[in-house]
Protein backbone atom coordinates (compact mmCIF):
# COMPACT_ATOMS: atom_id res chain seq x y z
CA UNK A 1 0.00 0.00 0.00
CA UNK A 2 2.76 2.89 0.76
CA UNK A 3 4.60 2.28 -2.59
CA UNK A 4 1.28 2.65 -4.04
CA UNK A 5 0.98 5.85 -2.35
CA UNK A 6 3.98 7.02 -3.44
CA UNK A 7 3.36 6.32 -7.26
CA UNK A 8 0.43 8.21 -6.56
CA UNK A 9 1.73 10.87 -5.35
CA UNK A 10 3.70 11.49 -8.23
CA UNK A 11 0.85 11.31 -9.91
CA UNK A 12 -1.23 14.02 -8.46
CA UNK A 13 2.15 16.54 -8.65
CA UNK A 14 2.98 16.09 -12.29
CA UNK A 15 -1.17 16.28 -13.26
CA UNK A 16 -0.76 19.34 -10.99
CA UNK A 17 -4.02 17.86 -9.10
CA UNK A 18 -3.61 19.64 -5.63
CA UNK A 19 -6.85 19.36 -4.37
CA UNK A 20 -5.79 15.56 -3.95
CA UNK A 21 -2.83 16.01 -2.49
CA UNK A 22 -5.07 15.28 0.98
CA UNK A 23 -5.05 11.47 -0.50
CA UNK A 24 -2.08 10.98 0.27
CA UNK A 25 0.31 12.73 3.09
CA UNK A 26 -0.89 12.67 6.64
CA UNK A 27 -2.34 15.79 8.46
CA UNK A 28 0.74 15.95 10.45
CA UNK A 29 3.06 15.82 7.22
CA UNK A 30 6.73 16.95 7.79
CA UNK A 31 8.48 17.44 3.73
CA UNK A 32 12.17 18.37 4.11
CA UNK A 33 13.31 19.28 0.92
CA UNK A 34 16.56 21.20 0.08
CA UNK A 35 16.58 25.36 -0.23
CA UNK A 36 13.35 25.59 1.90
CA UNK A 37 12.69 25.13 5.96
CA UNK A 38 11.02 21.92 6.95
CA UNK A 39 7.00 22.23 5.55
CA UNK A 40 5.27 21.17 9.05
CA UNK A 41 1.55 20.28 8.23
CA UNK A 42 -0.99 19.59 5.67
CA UNK A 43 -1.22 23.38 5.17
CA UNK A 44 2.43 24.17 4.71
CA UNK A 45 2.51 21.44 2.16
CA UNK A 46 -0.24 21.98 0.35
CA UNK A 47 0.76 25.90 0.11
CA UNK A 48 4.17 24.89 -0.71
CA UNK A 49 2.46 22.88 -4.16
CA UNK A 50 0.32 25.30 -4.63
CA UNK A 51 2.02 28.95 -4.86
CA UNK A 52 5.89 27.95 -3.64
CA UNK A 53 6.85 25.17 -6.03
CA UNK A 54 9.12 26.76 -8.90
CA UNK A 55 8.25 24.61 -11.29
CA UNK A 56 5.33 24.89 -13.81
CA UNK A 57 5.46 21.71 -15.56
CA UNK A 58 7.27 18.04 -15.82
CA UNK A 59 7.04 14.91 -15.12
CA UNK A 60 8.54 12.11 -12.62
CA UNK A 61 10.21 9.35 -13.79
CA UNK A 62 10.94 6.74 -10.79
CA UNK A 63 13.80 4.43 -11.54
CA UNK A 64 13.55 2.46 -8.21
CA UNK A 65 11.81 1.86 -4.98
CA UNK A 66 12.35 -0.11 -1.56
CA UNK A 67 9.96 -0.59 0.96
CA UNK A 68 10.22 -1.60 4.58
CA UNK A 69 7.34 -1.75 6.65
CA UNK A 70 6.21 2.02 7.67
CA UNK A 71 9.60 3.09 5.51
CA UNK A 72 10.49 3.40 2.46
CA UNK A 73 12.80 5.18 -0.53
CA UNK A 74 12.38 5.68 -4.41
CA UNK A 75 15.02 7.29 -6.80
CA UNK A 76 14.50 8.76 -10.63
CA UNK A 77 14.62 11.87 -12.51
CA UNK A 78 12.77 15.05 -13.21
CA UNK A 79 12.44 16.51 -16.66
CA UNK A 80 10.24 19.76 -16.49
CA UNK A 81 10.22 23.75 -16.89
CA UNK A 82 10.44 26.15 -14.09
CA UNK A 83 7.46 29.14 -14.49
CA UNK A 84 9.95 31.10 -15.80
CA UNK A 85 10.77 28.83 -18.77
CA UNK A 86 13.81 27.61 -17.79
CA UNK A 87 14.32 24.02 -18.28
CA UNK A 88 15.01 21.30 -15.51
CA UNK A 89 16.22 18.13 -15.82
CA UNK A 90 17.03 16.82 -12.58
CA UNK A 91 18.02 13.20 -10.46
CA UNK A 92 16.26 12.84 -7.58
CA UNK A 93 15.78 10.49 -4.56
CA UNK A 94 13.18 10.46 -1.53
CA UNK A 95 12.82 9.03 1.82
CA UNK A 96 9.21 8.51 3.49
CA UNK A 97 7.88 7.21 6.44
CA UNK A 98 4.22 6.26 6.51
CA UNK A 99 1.16 6.76 9.09
CA UNK A 100 -2.42 5.46 9.14
CA UNK A 101 -1.74 4.47 5.32
CA UNK A 102 -0.76 8.11 4.36
CA UNK A 103 3.06 9.94 3.60
CA UNK A 104 4.14 11.23 7.22
CA UNK A 105 7.53 12.33 6.72
CA UNK A 106 9.01 13.12 2.84
CA UNK A 107 12.90 14.03 2.86
CA UNK A 108 14.16 14.53 -0.66
CA UNK A 109 17.09 14.89 -2.13
CA UNK A 110 18.31 16.05 -5.48
CA UNK A 111 21.66 15.12 -7.36
CA UNK A 112 24.59 17.90 -7.92
CA UNK A 113 27.59 16.96 -9.83
CA UNK A 114 30.40 17.29 -7.31
CA UNK A 115 33.08 18.66 -9.57
Not at 12 to 19: E, S
Not at 25 to 35: L, Q, T
Not at 81 to 104: L, M
Request: glycine share 10%.
Amino acid sequence: MSADRIRHLFEIVDARRWDDLDQVFHADVVYERPGYEALVGFAAVSDFYRNRRVIARGGHTMEGMAMEGDRGACWGRYVGAKHDGTPIDERWADVYSFADGKIRTRRSYFFRPAV
